[in-house]
């Protein structure tokens, strides 16, 4: 199938993301693309198609889909992003931290997110603030990548504003506003994305509680940062997390030890 043809697919709702797949395997053709838009009532297609082709797009069957997300429940049957994706040859490590972080918490993030930077290692987050500011500006300071999937659509101002330095991910069209539907979906597919999950602060306050769930249900390894464990201000959920058995590390090396890692001379690899 063309590529006009998929973006045309990739406009049919969320909800139907097998049918497309089936669609794109069958490779159906733009008639019968067309009036499978009109059973499902699709309004605005041109300016909607429009949208998407100012930014990268990564369809299911193309050799760049991160394909970690092959192992989602429904994968998402198009990936967007603002300046490419993930490289499918690196470890991806997801960043959890509250947007309400204070200051000890930032530099052991600043220092932690450095030494993974020049290791080119990959960091995905799901936020703003200045917690992944200060995760970003560690990441492009030392050559590192760092994403950000989004939980509406990138053609949003104020969140490229707020992400600078980092690329935008997400599976929701452009224009798109984010809903509670988006972030169930968007913890998902961070939960999938990632190889591992490490955890700096976790506060009741803010929505980053709520990653954690489905990365357990994943089967991903949590770690948890032991600024968290001796938080004096207390994240209840941090010290919940490592009460329950997730592993406290307090640098980069330990987390290379506990992952069963190797440095290597261009990137950081999985020896499992």
């Not at 994305?193 to 249900?217: G, K, N, Y």
């Amino acid at each position: 199938m063309n590529c006009e043809n998929k973006r045309l697919v990739s406009l049919l709702p969320y909800s139907v993301e097998k049918l497309k797949i089936k669609m794109l395997k069958e490779n159906f053709s733009y008639r019968e693309i067309m009036n499978t838009h009109r059973l499902y009532k699709s309004i605005n297609i041109s300016s909607r198609l429009s949208a998407l082709k100012k930014f990268n797009m990564s369809f299911i069957d193309e050799m760049d889909y991160p394909k970690n997300l092959l192992n989602c429940d429904i994968p998402p049957f198009r990936l967007s992003s603002t300046a490419g994706f993930p490289n499918n040859e690196y470890m991806k490590f997801g960043i959890i931290g509250s947007r309400y972080a204070y200051n000890d918490v930032l530099t052991n993030l600043y220092n932690f997110s450095s030494s993974m930077a020049r290791e080119d290692c990959e960091i995905i987050g799901t936020g703003g603030g200045t917690f992944y500011y200060t995760l970003e500006r560690a990441m492009e300071y030392n050559g590192g990548r760092s994403f950000v999937l989004s939980s509406s659509g990138i053609n949003s101002l104020s969140f490229v504003k707020d992400n600078y330095y980092s690329t935008i991910l997400s599976i929701f069209e452009p224009n798109e506003k984010p809903t509670r539907k988006n972030f169930s979906q968007m913890y998902e597919i961070f939960a999938t994305l990632c190889d591992c999950v490490i955890m700096f602060q976790c506060s009741d306050l803010d929505d980053c509680r709520r990653s954690i769930t489905p990365t357990l249900d994943s089967g991903k390894s949590i770690y948890v940062h032991k600024s968290c464990v001796n938080d004096r201000i207390g994240c209840e959920r941090s010290l919940s997390l490592y009460n329950d058995g997730c592993l406290a590390i307090s640098n980069f090396n330990d987390l290379v030890s506990e992952e069963n890692l190797e440095y290597g001379t261009s990137e950081l690899k999985n020896i499992k």
